[in-house]
Structures are given as C-alpha cells and as structure tokens.
C-alpha cells in the first residue's frame, strides 16, 4: 500500500484557491488595474475632438502593444511561448479589446459615458453566467446572485435613475456597449483556461496587437484615419493613453486571471465606476451627487457577499481536494 507521506505532490492547476493566493496582493493589483483604466477613461476625455473614437481605439490599442513588448524585451519575459498560442490568444484579444473598445467607442457617440461607465457592471454578472455554462461549470451558489443584483443595484444609484430614463433613443446604443462588456467576460473565462504558464505581460502584448489589427480594420471601414490631424498636444495624450491606460491594464488583467481568477477580476465592473466617480471629484472637481454616498456602501455590501461566497466555495472545493488526495491506495 503507498504510504500517503510519501505520495509525489501534484502540481497545483489553475488560479490559486483564495486560501493560498496573497489576497492583498490580488486587491492591490486590482485597484492599480481600475486605476489605470480610469486614467485612460479621462484621457479618452481629452482627445474626443482631436480623433474619431475608432482610430482612437486602434491607436491606443497599438501604443499598448507595443509598450508591452517593449517591458517584455527590458524585463526579460518569453514571448516566443505566447506567440505559439497565437490563435487562441488572438481570440481573446478580438473579444476582450477589440470588440469591446469598438462597441463602447461606438456606443458613446448617442449615450453619456457616465452611462458607459454603469454598465460596464455586465462584466461580473456576464463572468457568473458564463462560468456556469459547460463544458466546466462552476457550482455557483444563490448568495453571489444576490450579492450581484444588491452591487449592480448600489451602481444604478451611484449613477442616478434619471440618467437610464433620460436617454430612451440611446437603447441599441447601450446594447452594443452590454455586448462588449459581455465580450469581455467571455475572454477573461477563455484566458483563465487557455493562458495559464504563459507571461502575463507577453499574453498583453500578443492580445493587445491581434485587437489592434482588428479595430484598425474597423477604424479603416467606418471612418477617415488618412485625414486625421491631431494636435502636438494630442500625440502627447495619446502615448500616454497607450502606456497608462492601454499596456498597464492590458498586462495586469492577465495578472489577475492567473492569479485569482476571472471571478475575481470580474469584481472591477463594481469598482472602476466608483472609482471613477471618485477620481473625477479629487482631480477634476466634479462633484459627486449625493447619491454616490448612498449608493456605494451599497455596491460594497453587494461585492462583499460575491466575495464571500466565492471565497466559501473554493475553500470547500479545496478541502475536498485535499481528503481526496489524501486517502491511501488500496
């Protein structure tokens, strides 16, 4: 009989179980990723007049991949490894940036993009739907239903309800930014289970050169890029679009989908508008509606129960795991 002692560890699979990963880590990636993204939300901002919103989007998308191969050279991250996944790393890249920047650029020309901004809160409710589906379907239980209509609930409020009804001819607008939100939930699932042993910064740059092949394509189609004439100021904007909010978070969603999971990283749907909301008031001194004090001990009460219940269902899958691997041979 093999003695369970001597058994040969299996290496573990997959993002690790909350109970292993650095938590702390995982929250402070995360906030360093809505960060960034809402830099590049106030520098999209800023070139609104300069560029129209599809060579913006290819732009920045191909800044951001070159930035990241360029940290990949001084870093001395393997690209060669993601570029022979290059099929399914250009899936994800056309699903998570360059449908989703496409839908969003196109979908803001008729609605507010603060209105943008609430419904990027379809990316956690998206993730749980889709990691339920086959063909590996996580057991989800009826808690984090709840924690996400209570969270998605506290953003309508942050927002405010007269802005969902004040824009009723905006309504395919908004299905096409829900689309691209959806988009990329369905690529961070794909990633978490086609990039794992991969570097993450060679997953961003390799994705995010695919999604700008693809919105460069669009961009070609739907609008003039020949004719554009940005400003020197504007060139300036845009670099820093490209590193700041392009490389930066192109690189860390990898980071979090390794590391924890696309649930997790998921959890930037209820984060980045707050944040949004936040950085807008300290930086640019527009002042928050009294309804974000309402609604965002609300969102964070909605989060904590996701959360919780996630964090309840890998620890018992975990320790299932290990009485599983502990049981002697017959």
């Known amino acids: 009989m093999a003695s369970s002692s001597g058994a040969t560890p299996v290496p573990h699979q997959g993002p690790l179980p909350p109970g292993v990963a650095d938590l702390k880590l995982n929250y402070l990636v995360l906030l360093v990723h809505c960060g960034s993204l809402v830099c590049g ?18 732009s920045r998308a191909l800044l951001g991949a070159l930035a990241i191969f360029l940290f990949c ?4 991250q393997p690209i060669a490894p993601a570029l022979r996944r290059s099929v399914p790393l250009a899936l994800i890249g056309v699903l998570g940036v360059g449908t989703l920047w496409a ?9 507010d993009p603060e209105l943008a901004m609430l419904l990027v809160s379809v990316v956690p409710i998206a993730t749980l739907i889709i990691t339920a ?16 209509a209570i969270a998605t609930f506290g953003l309508v409020v942050v927002i405010g309800p007269a802005r969902l009804v004040d824009q009723p001819s905006g309504v395919a607008a908004v299905m096409m930014i829900v689309f691209g939100f959806a988009s990329f939930a369905l690529s961070a699932v794909l990633a978490e ?16 050169l695919f999604a700008a092949l693809a919105l460069w394509v669009m961009a070609f189609l739907l609008e003039l890029p020949t004719e554009v004439r ?21 690189m860390l969603v990898f980071v979090l989908v390794q590391r924890a999971g696309a649930g997790f990283l998921s959890l930037y749907g209820y984060l980045l508008p ?13 002042a928050p509606h009294s309804t974000f004090l309402v609604g965002m001990p609300i969102t ?31």
């Open 274 to 286: 707050l944040l949004g909301v936040f950085v807008g008031w300290l930086a640019f001194g527009r």
């Open 103 to 111: 839908m969003v650029s196109l979908g803001e020309r008729s609605v």
């Open 300 to 330: 964070f009460a909605g989060v904590a129960i996701v959360q919780w219940t996630r964090r309840r269902g890998s620890a018992e899958r975990s320790s299932k795991g290990s009485s599983s691997s502990e049981s002697p041979a017959s």
């Open 73 to 76: 050279l001084l870093a001395r």
């Open 41 to 58: 939300y106030e520098l999209v901002n800023l070139l609104e007049g300069e560029l129209p919103s599809l060579v913006m989007a290819a």
């Open 193 to 208: 289970r086609w990039t794992q042993g991969l570097s993450p910064a060679a997953v961003g740059g390799v994705t995010m």
């Open 133 to 148: 589906l086959p063909p590996d379907p996580e057991r989800i239980g009826w808690p984090a239903w709840v924690g996400t």
């Open 230 to 250: 940005p400003s020197k100021g504007a060139w300036l904007q845009l670099l820093a679009l490209g590193v700041v909010g392009s490389a930066v978070p192109g």
